[in-house]
């Protein structure tokens, strides 16, 4: 299994750019996120989804757009970059666990700059 | 919703000495709480988790410990090692959005062991 994949690992846009970020799992997971990662302010939630065709906006969701074809992917749009969306970018896909509650298997990262 | 509250941001300590990370969260109806471990430019990844069923949990040299009725929980991990440098970050589950799959992350602490 190779869990959580995430491409590119690095990337550096100009304002106004659009890409996509690319996250694959292969654990059949039917939940992903997406999180984004900024100094001092922990994981925020951005969009999520409990499954295919099925998406939600999370704590964060401005200016960043989800869809979810199949299963093992969750790619994540930025239409417009902005400065402000400088940050890391993690993935993560859900299981339930016999204990109780949920883990999180968080993809690599993307480090992504707008300039 | 939840939100889920985390000090020290930061904690210094010698290499055997014992770290304690503290978190509160706001919602009384959740269930479950993990910890998740990152090391530097690596990913989150699960080291501990307690149902509210449980006042606390042990592996090994890390613990948690939960305070339904203060509604707080907290990390501690005994004869620390260079290893345990990492930043480490409590969740929660929401009970809002619909979906069990989300956490709400707190804002990290960063730990260091001095040799």
């Known amino acids: 299994n190779a869990g959580v994949t995430q491409t590119p690992k690095f990337q550096v846009l100009k304002t106004g750019q659009s890409m996509t970020l690319q996250c694959a799992q292969d654990?059949?997971?039917?939940?992903m996120s997406w999180y984004r990662q900024d100094p001092g302010m922990g994981l925020r939630l951005i969009h999520y989804?409990?499954?295919?065709?099925?998406?939600d906006q999370g704590e964060v969701p401005n200016g960043y757009n989800v869809s979810r074809s199949t299963t093992e992917d969750f790619p994540l749009r930025l239409l417009s970059a902005a400065p402000s969306q400088t940050s890391v970018y993690f993935c993560?896909?859900?299981?339930?666990?016999?204990?109780?509650?949920?883990?999180?298997?968080f993809g690599p990262g993307t480090r992504l700059t707008v300039l | 919703g939840e939100n889920v509250e985390q000090h020290p941001s930061t904690l210094s300590v010698q290499e055997g000495d014992s770290a304690v990370i503290k978190c509160t969260y706001s919602?009384?109806?959740?269930?479950?709480f993990p910890w998740y471990k990152q090391e530097l430019g690596k990913r989150p990844q699960l080291i501990i988790d307690?149902?509210?069923?449980?006042g606390e949990k042990k592996d090994q040299r890390i613990a948690v410990t939960l305070n339904k009725t203060a509604k707080h929980f907290s990390l501690h991990i005994t004869e620390t090692q260079p290893e345990d440098s990492a930043v480490y970050f409590c969740?929660?589950?929401?009970?809002?959005?619909?979906?069990?799959?989300?956490?709400?992350f707190g804002k990290g602490t960063k730990l260091s062991v001095k040799p």
């Open positions: 989804s409990v499954g295919a065709g099925i998406t």
């Open positions: 307690i149902r509210s069923n449980v």
């Open positions: 654990m059949n997971h039917e939940y």
């Open positions: 919602d009384s109806a959740s269930n479950y």
């Open positions: 993560a896909s859900s299981r339930p666990r016999t204990s109780g509650g949920v883990e999180q298997f």
């Open positions: 969740a929660a589950p929401p009970q809002t959005g619909g979906s069990q799959g989300n956490l709400i």
